[in-house]
C-alpha cells in the first residue's frame, strides 16, 4: 500500500500532536503535591471523570481492533457492550463505595486494610505487569496504522507517539490526562463517525443497503449457548463479559484513579452512570464501523482477501488511505492516535501511583520527602515507564490472533484472579490473608495453564480448545475465590 499523505494530511496530524503537548505544558503548573499530580486535587467534576474514563478504555486498540474483529468474525463480540449494564451497577453501589477513602491513592491500599501488606504489593504488581502490557498494545496500535499510511518505518513510530504521550503525562500529570483524555474522545468518535459516512456513501443504497448485506450474510448472528470453548456466545457476552468488564472498572487503578479525583463518592458515583450512557454511542459506532466496511469491501472487493493488507488489524488504516481525500487521512490517524494517547497517558500516570504509593511510600518512607521532590520522583518514574511500554510495544506483533484476542486475554489472564482477590477482600469476612494470596496464585497458574495448553506448548497435535478468551477473566475470578475460601477454613 502506497503512501498518500499531503502535506495537509501531515500539517493536520502535527497540529493534533502539538495541542496535545501543550495540554500537559499548561497543566504542569497545577500539581504541587502528589494529591494535585496523581487525584488532580480531588476536584474534577462527574462529566470530565466519565469522559476520561470512556476515553482511557477505548485505546488505538479499540479503534483499529474493533471494527476489525467485526469485519472477519460478524457483530457477535460486539454484543459485550450488554454487560455493561451487569458491571456498571454492581461497580457504583457494591465496590465503589468501599474504594473512596480520603486517604486512598490507589485501588490495593483496599487490600492492606482488610488483608495484609503482601496481598496489597501483590494486587499491585499484577496490575503493573498486566497494564504495561496493554499500554505495550495501545502504543503498537497507532504505530502499525501510521506505518500503513505513511511508510514510516514502524519503530519510529512507536517512538513517536510513545515519547510525545510521556512527555506531556510527566509534565502535567492527572490533570494532563483529563483534560487531553476530553479532547481525544471528541476526536476520536468524529474522526470514526467521518469514516461511516464516507463509506456509507459508497455502498449501494447506503444506511439500508449495508444493513441488508449484513443481514443476509448472517453479520449480526449470536449464538445462543452457553458453551466455554465457543469463541462468542450469549453465555459470553452476558456472564463473562460482566467479569471482563469489573476487572477494568473495579479492580484497575486507570479506573480507580479517575473514580479518587471526583470531588465526593456521589459525584463519583454519578460519573460511572454518565460513562454507562456514554459508552452506548461510541461502542455501537466502533463496532458498526466493522459492519459498513464489511459491505463497502463486499462490494469494491475485500483486499485481505487480495492479499493488500497483512492482517484485519489493518483494514481501517488501508480504508483511510485508499478512500478518504486529502485532508481527512491526517485527522483520522490523528484520531487513532488520540485515541492511543490517552489510555497511554492514563496508564503512564497510573503505573507510577501504584509504583510511587504502594511500593516507595509503603516500604521506603519517601513520603517524608518536599512536596516538590515527590512530584519531579513521580515525574521521572513516569518516564521510565514511558521508555518500558516503548520497549515492550515491539514485541506486541508478535502476540497470537488478532489484537482484540491477544488484549483481552491478558486482561483476563492477570485481572481474572486479581478480581477474585478483590471479592474475597469485599464480600466474605472470613478469608485470611494466606487464603487469598492462595486463591489469587491458583488462578493465575490455572489460567496460564490453559493459555499454555491452548497455544501447543503441551502436545505437538493440534490442542482442543477448552475455554474461548472472553471467560478467562470469569474463570480466574471463580478459581481464586473457590480455593481462597476453601484455603482460610480452620
Not at 168 to 197: C, E, K, P, S
Request: with cysteine; aromatic share 12%; charged share 10%.
Amino acid at each position: 500500500m502506497s503512501a498518500t499523505f499531503s502535506w495537509l494530511d501531515y500539517t493536520i496530524f502535527g497540529v493534533y500532536l502539538a495541542a496535545s503537548v501543550s495540554v500537559g505544558l499548561l497543566s504542569a503548573r497545577g500539581s504541587k503535591s502528589l494529591g494535585d499530580y496523581f487525584l488532580a486535587g480531588r476536584g474534577m467534576s462527574s462529566i470530565l471523570v466519565a469522559m476520561s474514563i470512556l476515553a482511557a478504555l477505548f485505546s488505538g486498540i479499540s479503534y483499529l481492533a474493533g471494527p476489525a474483529d467485526v469485519y472477519k468474525n460478524g457483530f457477535a463480540f460486539a454484543y459485550i457492550v450488554l454487560a455493561f449494564f451487569i458491571a456498571t451497577p454492581f461497580t457504583t453501589l457494591w465496590m465503589l463505595p468501599k474504594f473512596y477513602q480520603s486517604r486512598y491513592f490507589t485501588a490495593y491500599q483496599f487490600l492492606e486494610e482488610r488483608f495484609s501488606l503482601s496481598t496489597r504489593l501483590l494486587a499491585s504488581g499484577l496490575f503493573i505487569f498486566r497494564v504495561a502490557l496493554w499500554l505495550a498494545a495501545a502504543t503498537y496500535a497507532p504505530a502499525l496504522a501510521l506505518e500503513k499510511v505513511t511508510g514510516l518505518p514502524l519503530w519510529l513510530t512507536i517512538l513517536a507517539s510513545g515519547t510525545l504521550t510521556t512527555l506531556y503525562t510527566a509534565l502535567g500529570g492527572m490533570r494532563a490526562v483529563i483534560w487531553t483524555d476530553v479532547m481525544q474522545l471528541i476526536v476520536l468518535f468524529g474522526g470514526q463517525l467521518m469514516i461511516v459516512v464516507v463509506a456509507l456513501g459508497k455502498i449501494p443504497g447506503g444506511l439500508g443497503g449495508m444493513w441488508d448485506t449484513v443481514v443476509a450474510d448472517g453479520r449480526m448472528n449470536l449464538s445462543l449457548s452457553f458453551n466455554p470453548a465457543e469463541r462468542v456466545n450469549l453465555g459470553a457476552i452476558l456472564i463473562a463479559g460482566a467479569f471482563l468488564h469489573l476487572v477494568q472498572m473495579a479492580t484497575d487503578q486507570v479506573s480507580v484513579q479517575r473514580y479518587l479525583s471526583a470531588g465526593s463518592l456521589k459525584e463519583s458515583q454519578r460519573s460511572l452512570w454518565i460513562k454507562l450512557w456514554f459508552v452506548l454511542p461510541v461502542l455501537v459506532l466502533f463496532y458498526g464501523t466493522g459492519l459498513v466496511l464489511y459491505a463497502f469491501y463486499k462490494t469494491h472487493g475485500d483486499p485481505l482477501a487480495a492479499g493488500l493488507i497483512q492482517k484485519e488489524d489493518q483494514i481501517l488504516p488501508y480504508f483511510v488511505v485508499t478512500q478518504l481525500p486529502a485532508g481527512l487521512p491526517g485527522l483520522l490517524i490523528a484520531a487513532i492516535y488520540a485515541a492511543s494517547m490517552s489510555t497511554i497517558s492514563a496508564g503512564l500516570n497510573s503505573l507510577a501511583s501504584a509504583t510511587v504509593i504502594d511500593f516507595q511510600q509503603r516500604i521506603s518512607g519517601v513520603a517524608d520527602g518536599a512536596a516538590s521532590t515527590k512530584v519531579s520522583n513521580a515525574r521521572w518514574i513516569t518516564v521510565g515507564y514511558g521508555v518500558l511500554v516503548m520497549a515492550l510495544a515491539f514485541a506486541v506483533s508478535a502476540m497470537p490472533g488478532n489484537l482484540v484476542e491477544s488484549v483481552n486475554t491478558v486482561i483476563g489472564l492477570v485481572g481474572g484472579p486479581l478480581l477474585g482477590l478483590f471479592f474475597l477482600g469485599m464480600f466474605t469476612k472470613r478469608v485470611t490473608a494466606r487464603g487469598a494470596l492462595t486463591g489469587c496464585f491458583t488462578g493465575f497458574a490455572v489460567l496460564l495453564g490453559v493459555f499454555l495448553y491452548q497455544n501447543g506448548w503441551f502436545t505437538a497435535e493440534k490442542p482442543v480448545q477448552l475455554v474461548s478468551f472472553v471467560w478467562f477473566s470469569l474463570l480466574g475470578c471463580l478459581t481464586a475465590c473457590g480455593v481462597g475460601l476453601a484455603a482460610s477454613r480452620r
